[in-house]
């Protein structure tokens, strides 16, 4: 006969046993609302919202895309309203779920739709730190872009965003990626707001890591396909 203290250690292990994570998307279509592009002043693209449609595209998610206007003030009625209070884009829905704030969104378009992998799992903390490390970049490439739209001086800001670019290239000067040899949610993170200063002007050094960066990313399936049709053919 078997001891009563085994068979508690053997009703624990069952009751405390998780299931497997799916690797497959359930049939339920993602919902991306993001901005018209054509509305966006200047910048005529919106890197959070490219971000996350890119990484929907590469990871062969099923969704679609609700375009809207900003000078209609699209993403400011009730209803979407209703998914973000704050009254910003990108917005994700995924049923009855809505999920704002970019890097939230990439986190669960992960976490939904495991394969292919955008994550280290080798190296979690690598790949949570350069995912959280590019909000960095963000910072120095908004403040650039929003003073280009106002027509304001940004010479300082254009030597600011160069200096945050100094650490991407230190990275990209060891790695094809920015958190290794693999990508990550944080390549495209980087690459949009990289990709979107080169549009505007910013001249990378064709030696340099960012430049071979630049192209790889570029060169990718999702990014073509996702490419801001404002800006011409990808």
Not at 6 to 27: D, E, F, I, M, Q
């Amino acid at each position: 006969r078997r001891s009563a203290g085994w068979r508690r250690l053997a009703w624990h292990r069952r009751v405390t046993k998780r299931p497997r994570a799916a690797n497959v998307c359930s049939v339920t279509e993602l919902g991306l609302y993001a901005p018209d592009y054509a509305s966006v002043k200047t910048i005529r693209c919106s890197p959070p919202s490219w971000m996350a449609h890119a990484v929907l595209v590469e990871k062969g998610a099923a969704h679609r895309v609700e375009w809207l206007s900003f000078a209609k003030g699209e993403h400011k009625t009730p209803a979407m309203l209703a998914r973000n209070p704050r009254g910003t884009i990108p917005v994700l829905t995924d049923g009855a779920i809505s999920v704002h704030e970019t890097l939230a969104i990439l986190q669960y378009v992960e976490h939904r739709v495991a394969d292919p992998p955008l994550w280290l799992h080798a190296a979690p903390a690598l790949a949570l730190t350069r995912l959280h490390e590019s909000a960095s970049l963000k910072d120095a490439g908004m403040a650039l872009f929003v003073a280009l739209m106002r027509d304001a001086d940004a010479d300082d800001l254009w030597d600011a965003l160069r200096s945050e670019l100094v650490h991407w290239e230190r990275y990209l000067s060891a790695h094809a990626f920015v958190a290794g040899e693999a990508i990550t949610l944080a390549d495209f993170c980087v690459f949009t707001y990289l990709a979107t200063a080169v549009e505007l002007g910013l001249e990378l050094d064709a030696s340099s890591a960012l430049a071979g960066f630049y192209a790889r990313m570029r060169a990718r399936p999702s990014i073509v396909a996702t490419w801001p049709t404002t800006w011409g053919a990808a």
